[in-house]
């Protein structure tokens, strides 16, 4: 299987702030990669998915770049909603595998 | 408005067989695969089980497969999962989530899911 790893585990920045989140493979897994976002008591919500595709409604402060292993989810002047836990995933082949989770705190 | 909505959970006793439902609206179900992830707070997201709309072909975790069964009734709008055997590592938030396609292959990103119910296997 393939093993998704984020990097850092947490996170703590400031509203206004830009962030970005790593997610590597352990093999390639091309641009079929999506990252949600979760809020505590709630359900995953897709930000991303075909590595740089965003997701209708999500705004443009957030980005994702990358292919083959290394992924980057990037999060532009942060806003107070966004203090949250994201999560990459993979979806090559017919498996699919999340990330560990980056857990975003404000300082 | 798509809805997904997870039914089925509970305290369960280890070795006993459990079915999840999941009752979808908002959409064509038929048209879309379907999976369901679990989450627990030492293991965090977990992909379980993915069918295809047609109900045609299943995929399955390595960690699961062989003990967990999905299916879907699409004139009922409905999927399931079905545990065969319990077991303690079971215990978790199951949720349904809606594939952004019919297929699986590259398409499997999860675009909309339900809010969970929880599963706790304990005797």
């Not at chain 1, 790593?22 to 093999?27: D, G, I, K, L």
């Not at chain 1, 390639?28 to 709630?42: E, H, I, M, S």
């Not at chain 2, 077991?87 to 499997?108: I, M, V």
């Amino acid at each position: 299987d393939i093993q998704m790893t984020q990097s850092p585990s947490t996170l703590s920045a400031s509203v206004g702030d830009t962030i970005t989140i790593s997610c590597r493979a352990s093999q390639t897994v091309n641009t079929w990669l999506a990252w949600y976002q979760q809020k505590p008591g709630r359900a995953p919500k897709l930000l991303v998915h075909s590595a740089s595709t965003l997701e209708g409604g999500v705004p443009s402060r957030f980005s994702g770049v990358g292919s083959g292993t290394d992924f980057t989810l990037t999060i532009t002047s942060l806003q107070p909603d966004d203090f949250a836990t994201y999560y990459c995933q993979h979806y090559s082949g017919y498996s699919r595998t999340f990330g560990q989770g980056t857990r975003v705190e404000m300082k | 408005e798509v809805r997904l909505l997870e039914s089925g959970g509970g305290l369960e006793q280890p070795g006993k067989p459990l079915k999840l439902s999941c009752l979808a609206s908002g959409f064509m179900f038929r048209s879309y695969a379907m999976s369901w992830v679990r989450q627990t707070p030492g293991k965090g997201l977990e992909w379980v089980a993915g069918i295809v709309g047609g109900g045609g072909s299943a995929y399955y975790a390595d960690s699961v497969r062989g003990r967990f069964i999905i299916s879907r009734d699409n004139s009922e709008n409905t999927l399931y999962l079905t545990i065969l055997n319990l077991r303690a590592e079971d215990s978790a938030l199951y949720y349904c989530a809606k594939g952004p396609n019919f297929d699986w292959l590259y398409y499997g990103s999860f675009d909309a899911w339900g809010q969970g119910t929880l599963l706790t296997v304990s005797s």
